[in-house]
């Protein structure tokens, strides 16, 4: 079993940056493929980015290339994203996942464990 903690969530205007973390207990992630979602009210689940277990592959939606980064630090069990360039359209709920297969998946049912989700709110 595998339980994931997101942080760093909070309500920044546009323009600004937010890291959120993933940190992870109960398994040791670094054989597991990672993921973060997010989910705005009335909308669904939808990728924001995934890496691979080793970190050498990784997955951005459109919509954030270029402004996000997703890392891993397989010694601290925790996932990393990096937001930077926020807009008010980032608001959602933001959601990490694992795969215990280890690849980059960029479908929701694809993943095993979620967290519970931290808010992110970009203010115009």
């Known amino acids: 079993q595998v339980q994931l903690v997101e942080s760093g969530g909070g309500l920044v205007q546009a323009g600004g940056s937010l890291r959120l973390s993933c940190a992870a207990s109960?398994?040791?992630?670094?054989?597991?493929?990672m993921g973060w979602f997010r989910q705005a009210p009335g909308k669904e689940r939808d990728i924001v980015a995934a890496?691979?277990?080793?970190?050498?592959?990784?997955y951005y939606a459109d919509s954030v290339k270029g402004r996000f980064t997703i890392s891993r630090d397989n010694a601290k069990n925790t996932v990393y994203l990096q937001m930077n360039s926020l807009k008010p359209e980032d608001t959602a709920v933001y959601y990490c996942?694992?795969?215990?297969?280890?690849?980059?998946?960029?479908?929701?049912?694809?993943?095993?464990?979620w967290g519970q989700g931290t808010q992110v709110t970009v203010s115009s």
């Open positions: 890496i691979s277990w080793s970190g050498g592959s990784t």
């Open positions: 109960g398994r040791i992630l670094s054989t597991y493929g």
């Open positions: 996942a694992a795969d215990q297969r280890g690849r980059v998946q960029t479908q929701f049912w694809e993943y095993d464990y």
